[in-house]
Structures are given as structure tokens and as C-alpha cells.
């Protein structure tokens, strides 16, 4: 059974920073793109940053500057680097991977998500 597992969540003041991580486990022939989301009371659901299969990435334009996305293909993880963190960045953050298992190429999972909480 393919599984995303994030963890790193937690509370935070602003101007702190945090880690998440991602482990895509199960099985899986290749992993393409990563990518985190995030979703905030009463919002919907955003893309923070994307990771591409040979190390592209992308940003939402909130984050860029602040935060670094990177990924350890050995281990089929994802990162989320999250400095000067912001009041509005508290959400549930779910990790995305474009995984190629035995269900298909370019199957869509994702993560049961971590809460990011930054209050003083």
C-alpha cells in the first residue's frame, strides 16, 4: 500500500522556523513530482511549492524567499524549509507526489497532513 507520511507540524512564534518532511513509502517504481500544499481555516486548499523529478522548482508567490523546497530521492522524502513564518502560514500542510506504482504512471497521492501553527 502507497502511503505519504508527513511530519514536522507543530507551533511556532512568528518570525520562527520549521521543517517538514514527506516519505513516500510502499510500492513504488519512481517518484516525479513532490510538492506541499496547504490548507487554512475557511480557505481552499493552495499550492506553497513544487518539486520536479530532476530538481525544478516552483513557489507560491507567499512564500517565495522564505521558504526552500527540497527533496532526497534516495529516500523518496520531501522537504519543506520554513523560515520567518508568518500568522498567516498557520494550515494544514499536505505533502503531493506523482508516484508511478503498480495502480499506474502519474498516479495522484497525497498526505494526511501536518498542522502549522504560528501564534505568539
Known amino acids: 500500500q502507497v502511503q505519504l507520511v508527513e511530519s514536522g507540524g507543530g507551533l511556532v512564534q512568528p518570525g520562527g522556523s520549521l521543517r517538514l518532511s514527506c516519505a513516500a513509502s510502499?510500492?513504488?517504481?519512481?517518484?516525479?513530482?513532490m510538492g506541499w500544499y496547504r490548507q487554512a481555516p475557511g480557505k481552499q486548499r493552495e499550492l506553497v511549492a513544487t518539486?520536479?523529478?530532476?530538481?525544478?522548482?516552483n513557489y507560491a508567490d507567499s512564500v517565495k524567499g522564505r521558504f526552500t523546497i527540497s527533496r532526497d530521492n534516495a529516500k523518496n522524502t520531501v522537504y519543506l524549509q520554513m523560515n520567518s513564518l508568518k500568522p498567516e502560514d498557520t494550515a494544514v500542510y499536505y505533502c503531493?507526489?506523482?508516484?508511478?506504482?503498480?495502480?499506474?504512471?502519474?498516479?495522484?497521492?497525497w498526505g494526511k497532513g501536518t498542522l502549522v501553527t504560528v501564534s505568539s
Open positions: 503531493n507526489a506523482d508516484l508511478w506504482t503498480p495502480a499506474g504512471y502519474g498516479m495522484d497521492y
Open positions: 510502499g510500492n513504488i517504481y519512481s517518484v516525479n513530482a
Open positions: 518539486i520536479s523529478g530532476g530538481g525544478t522548482t
